[in-house]
């Protein structure tokens, strides 16, 4: 004797609802799969990010979740265990991050530079001085007013070792023609544009900002202004909830030929923002 369609009914509901929920689960795993990257204002402002997470996703179904901060903030994040990933620009914090055991590898990502900008009047006369330091050596000899991020991001971090190399101290002319923005890169641009003043910023987010801002480059190049970023792993031995293994696939594809090639062909106006510098032989898989 078969069963009614009311008896049928009966049977094939629970069924049914039972998949559904399974389904449910099963895209709530997968679609509940996200990286907590701590990173630095300068790739989020220049809008690194926006170019490459969409390809990371859309090949690995991997959410990251951008905290985008001063590369000491950054590191203080990851320390606390709120971040799987560290990517910032300071190797000698990042590498001091590794040997404390709060990361478990460290490596070269890409880089660009630092560039000091000014008023188009130039009322310090750095404009091809040709050295970083001495063109600093000058703001402070003529008192021209300097926003300082003042955050202890990797840009003020650079910063300050650049007015050590100039035999300056500007803490003590703090508030007067020193000012310290306590901000990111956008926010102390677009102050140093309305005081007229001079400031040290990454080449990346200059060139996003520039058409917006009344300042000029005024000094490029030398091994000073030269400006690393790496990538670092937080320990899962330190912060055992970290989400080890999907930071590592992130690390792996933005270090693999297929994420230097992405950070590669990221332009503004036919000019890369980041030339990418990851040893590949070094930074492969461990198994």
């Known amino acids: 004797m078969k069963p009614d ?3 049928r009914g009966r049977i094939l509901r ?25 990173s630095t204002t300068s790739t989020q402002n220049a809008g690194l990010f926006d170019h490459l997470l969409p390809l ?19 590191l203080r994040l990851a320390r606390n265990g709120d971040a799987d990933l560290v990517l910032v620009h300071d190797r000698p914090s ?3 991050f590794v040997a404390e ?13 630092f ?14 001085t040709g050295d970083a330091a001495a063109a600093l050596a000058r703001i402070a000899a003529a008192k021209a007013p300097f926003v300082s991020r003042g955050d202890d991001s990797g ?7 650049l007015w050590a190399a100039a035999g300056v101290d500007p803490s003590g002319a703090s508030g007067t023609w020193y000012r310290e923005a306590g901000q990111g890169m956008g926010a102390t641009l677009n102050a140093a544009s309305m005081m007229e003043a001079y400031t040290l910023t990454d080449r990346g987010t200059w060139l996003k900002m520039r058409g917006r801002l009344d300042l000029r480059l005024l000094e490029e190049g030398g091994d000073g202004l030269r400006n690393q970023y790496g990538v670092t792993l937080v320990s899962p031995e330190r912060h055992s909830h970290v989400k080890a293994a999907l930071a590592r696939r992130f690390a792996e594809w933005l270090l693999s030929p297929a994420g230097q090639a992405a950070i590669d062909a990221f ?15 070094r930074a492969a898989p461990s198994g």
């Open 155 to 161: 840009t003020h971090r650079r910063e300050r070792a």
């Open 267 to 281: 332009t503004i106006d036919g000019e890369r923002l980041f030339i990418p510098n990851a040893d590949w032989t």
């Open 56 to 74: 990371f996703e859309a090949e690995t179904g991997i959410e990251v979740r951008v905290v985008a901060v001063g590369t000491g903030q950054a």
């Open 101 to 113: 055991g709060y990361g478990s590898a460290r490596f070269d990502l890409m880089y660009n530079d």
């Open 14 to 38: 629970p069924l049914a609802l039972l998949a559904l929920a399974l389904l449910l689960v099963a895209f709530g795993a997968r679609a509940g799969e996200f990286v907590t990257v701590a």
């Open 5 to 7: 369609g009311r008896i």
């Open 94 to 96: 990042e590498e001091a």
């Open 115 to 128: 560039v000091l900008v000014g008023p188009a009047a130039d009322p310090a006369g750095i404009d091809g």
